[in-house]
């Protein structure tokens, strides 16, 4: 089945450092990929959708200028935390949906602590 | 707008008993319903999906129907395992355009 890469796994930065988490598509071609928060024990909450070549729709209350994302490529897209502080952690899960097909295939997350 | 209700847990079983997570939705037209399960530290993977009213999805011994008369799409299996253990989550899509997950649901299995 389709292979979604999210790297790093895991990462612990300082405050006030950027972070860069990238998204990879490994067998297929997505147009789309999604970026998500989940808080422990809670559900994911979308934050922005990604379109190759355009910029981020974000959701409401999502602040764009502190999460940068970039869709460059039909096989990548990043998400930048910029300026990360302690209330960013969380566990961050991108999805990339196959051209075409009607399914999200998601990756295994990053787990994001700020000290 | 769109929404995704599940039963809340956590539900704890033993092994080789039935499960049922009920889930119900909210939404305008006709979503495509889903049901993703997440082990522990990892991301979502598909276990099954409905796209359109009397439909089942089934996977590894998971069932759900999507029931559009009463917007639900119940998760059930007949007998439980301890690998079973993990969070379950309902969700809904238009045209996977923009997916809404419930709140989840963890199962813990016991031998």
């Known amino acids: 089945g389709a292979v979604v890469s999210q790297h790093p796994s895991w990462v612990i930065c300082k405050s006030g450092t950027s972070v860069k988490i990238e998204c990879r598509s490994l067998?297929?071609?997505?147009?789309?990929m999604f970026w998500y928060r989940q808080f422990p024990k809670q559900s994911l909450m979308l934050m922005a959708t990604?379109?190759?070549?355009?910029?981020?729709?974000?959701e409401q209350g999502v602040e764009k200028d502190k999460f940068l994302i970039n869709h460059a490529s039909l096989t990548l897209s990043t998400l930048t935390v910029t300026s990360a502080h302690p209330e960013d952690s969380s566990f961050y899960i991108c999805?990339?949906?196959?051209?075409?097909?009607?399914?999200?295939?998601f990756g295994a997350g990053t787990r994001l602590s700020v000290l | 707008g769109d929404s995704v209700t599940q039963m809340e847990g956590p539900v704890t079983l033993s092994e080789e008993a039935f499960l049922t997570i009920n889930c119900t939705y909210t939404?305008?037209?006709?979503?495509?319903l889903f049901w993703y399960v997440q082990y522990p530290g990892e991301g979502l993977q598909l276990l099954l999906k409905?796209?359109?009213?009397?439909d089942k999805g089934s996977n590894k011994g998971f069932e759900a129907t999507y029931r559009k008369e009463t917007t639900s799409f119940h998760l059930e299996k007949g007998s439980v395992q301890v690998s079973d253990s993990a969070v379950y989550f309902c969700?809904?899509?238009?045209?996977?355009?923009?997916?809404?997950f419930g709140a989840g649901t963890r199962l813990t299995v016991k031998p």
């Open positions: 990604s379109n190759e070549g355009s910029k981020a729709t974000y």
């Open positions: 409905a796209t359109k009213a009397d």
């Open positions: 067998d297929f071609q997505a147009t789309t």
């Open positions: 999805s990339a949906r196959d051209q075409g097909l009607p399914i999200q295939y």
């Open positions: 969700a809904l899509s238009h045209n996977n355009n923009d997916m809404r």
């Open positions: 939404a305008t037209g006709y979503p495509s």
